[in-house]
C-alpha cells in the first residue's frame, strides 16, 4: 500500500520532537508512526529521544550542593522574622518607606533649591552604567524602561522591546527596581508618581541621604 | 508504541490543594510557611539558575535572591498560573540580570548572533531501548548525563533545560528566556537530538552496560 502522506528519515527526525510534544497534526503523526514501524534507525532516534526527555526529566537529575537546603531555609527564616516583627505584612510595610521617601526626598529637593543647585533628575541623568545595547522593554502610556520580567511594568500586555540606548533617546527612563544595579548613583526627587517609583525610592533612601550635601 | 504522554511529565495534581492552602496562608501573613511552601522546588530552582550562570556559588545565590523576591512579592501570585512555573520564571530572570550584569555585553553579543540550525541529523544509531530510572541511582550515570547537558550551546542548555527538566511548556519557556516560540522549538528539537547522540556514544561505550537490566532484546 502506498501511503500518499509518506515521510522520510530527515522529516522524521525534524518532526521528532514535535511529535513527542503531541504537535504534530494527526495525519503526519499516522505517517510517522509507519514510518517507525519500517524504519530502525528512525525507531532508535525515537526511542533515545524518548530516554533523553524521561531520565533528565527526573529529580533526580536535580543536585544542589551540600548545606543548600539548610543555607537557604535559614535565610527565609531570617527574612520572614524581619517581615512579621518590624511590619505585620510586605505591603504594610510599603507605605511607611514610601512615605519617608517621599519626606526624604522633598527634603532633598527643598535642600537643592536653597542652595541653588540644579536638579538633577532621571531625565536629566539617565543611569550611565546600563550597557546601551542591553535590551530593555518600555510599556504603553509609561515613561520607564525595564528589564524583561520585571514585576513593576505596567501593562504588561503592550511591551515593547528595544535597545537601553533607543530607550534613553526617546525620553524613557530607568526603572529604579530592575534597573538599580546599574545606576550609580541615586538622583533627587523623580517626579514620578507611579508607586513603584515610590518604593523604589524608599530602597534607596540611604543613598539619598548619603549623597546629600 | 508509546503515547507522548507517557514520556512528557504532567505537572503534578496531587500536591496541589496543600500548596494552595499554604499560599494562602503565607499570603494572610504566616511567613514562617514560606519555606514550606517552596522547599518541594528547591532543587528545581537551584538547577534553573546553573543552567544560566554554570557556576555553583552564583547558582547558590541566586537561588536563595529568587526565593526571597518570591517570598515578597508572594501576594502578587495568581491561581491562574502553577506556583511553581511562577517560581522558576522569577529565577529565570534572576540569573539573567545577573548574567547580564557580569558578563560583557561583546560576548552576548557574539554567543547570540549565531544561526539557528533547524536541521540536525542524528549520528548514532546505538541500539537504545528504555532505560529505567533506577539508573539514576548510580553516581556515575547522573554525571555523565550532567557532563553531557553542560557540552550543549548555551541556547541549547537553557531552553532544555526550562522545558524538560523544569517542565516549563513551550510558551512559558519562550517568555521567561524572551525568545520566539519557534526557537525553542527548534532549539528544544536539536538539543534533544544532541542529548541522544551524546549518550548513545556513551551507550555503546558501555558506560550504561553494568546497569542491572537485560541487554540485546532489539525494540522492534
Keep these: 500500500m502506498v501511503n500518499r502522506e509518506a515521510v522520510n528519515c530527515e522529516q522524521v ?32 532516534v525515537l526511542e533515545g529521544t524518548r530516554n533523553v526527555i524521561r531520565l533528565y526529566g527526573d529529580e533526580r537529575m536535580m543536585e544542589v550542593p551540600a548545606g543548600f537546603s539548610r543555607r537557604l531555609e535559614k535565610k527565609l527564616a531570617q527574612s520572614a522574622r524581619v517581615s512579621s516583627s518590624r511590619w505585620s505584612t510586605w505591603s504594610a510595610w510599603l507605605v ?8 526624604a526626598g522633598g527634603l532633598r529637593l527643598a535642600n537643592s533649591l536653597i542652595i541653588n543647585q540644579p536638579l538633577k533628575t532621571e531625565h536629566a541623568q539617565p543611569g550611565h552604567d546600563i550597557p546601551p545595547d542591553m535590551l530593555v522593554v518600555v510599556s504603553a502610556n509609561a515613561k520607564i524602561f525595564h528589564v524583561a520580567g520585571c514585576e513593576f511594568i505596567h501593562n504588561k500586555d503592550k511591551v515593547r522591546t528595544l535597545t537601553a540606548k533607543e530607550a534613553i533617546r526617546e525620553g524613557y527612563v530607568p526603572c529604579l527596581r530592575c534597573m538599580r544595579k546599574y545606576l550609580n548613583t541615586a538622583s533627587a526627587a523623580q517626579p514620578v508618581s507611579e508607586s513603584e517609583a515610590n518604593a523604589d525610592m524608599g530602597a534607596e533612601e540611604e543613598d539619598l541621604h548619603s549623597s546629600g550635601r | 508504541m508509546a503515547e507522548p504522554s507517557v514520556v512528557l511529565n504532567k505537572p503534578e495534581q496531587a500536591a496541589t490543594a496543600r500548596e494552595q492552602d499554604l499560599i494562602a496562608r503565607v499570603q494572610r501573613g504566616q511567613n514562617e510557611l514560606f519555606y514550606e511552601l517552596v522547599r518541594p522546588y528547591e532543587r528545581r530552582v537551584y538547577a534553573a539558575a546553573l543552567a544560566i550562570l554554570r557556576n555553583q556559588s552564583d ?23 502553577r506556583f511553581s512555573t511562577w517560581l522558576i520564571q522569577i529565577t529565570v530572570n534572576e540569573a539573567l540580570m545577573r548574567r547580564r550584569r557580569e558578563r560583557s555585553v561583546v560576548m552576548e553579543g557574539l554567543d547570540d548572533r549565531r544561526e539557528e540550525e533547524s536541521d540536525y541529523a542524528p549520528r548514532e544509531f546505538a541500539d537504545w531501548r528504555e532505560i529505567p530510572s533506577e539508573a539514576l541511582e548510580r553516581k556515575e550515570v547522573r554525571e555523565r548525563l550532567a557532563e553531557a547537558l553542560a557540552s550543549l550551546d548555551r ?29 525553542v522549538k527548534t532549539r528544544l528539537l536539536r538539543a534533544r537530538l544532541m542529548l541522544r547522540d551524546l549518550l548513545a556514544a556513551g551507550w555503546e561505550q558501555g558506560w550504561f552496560s553494568r546497569l542491572p537490566f537485560e541487554k540485546g532484546t532489539k525494540p522492534w
Design chain 1, 13 to 44: 527526525w525534524h518532526e521528532i520532537s514535535n511529535y513527542l510534544e503531541d504537535e504534530v497534526d494527526s495525519a503526519l503523526r499516522t505517517a510517522m508512526e509507519e514510518h517507525f514501524r519500517a524504519c530502525k534507525r528512525c525507531t532508535s
Design chain 1, 96 to 103: 511607611p518607606v514610601a512615605a519617608l521617601a517621599l519626606i
Design chain 2, 59 to 81: 547558582a547558590e545565590d541566586v537561588a536563595q535572591d529568587a526565593m526571597l523576591k518570591a517570598f515578597a512579592n508572594i501576594r502578587q501570585f495568581r491561581a491562574e498560573s
Design chain 2, 155 to 183: 541556547k541549547y542548555r537553557e531552553v532544555f533545560v526550562l522545558r524538560d527538566m523544569e517542565q516549563l511548556n513551550i510558551q512559558e519557556t519562550a517568555e521567561a528566556l524572551g525568545i520566539s516560540v519557534a526557537s
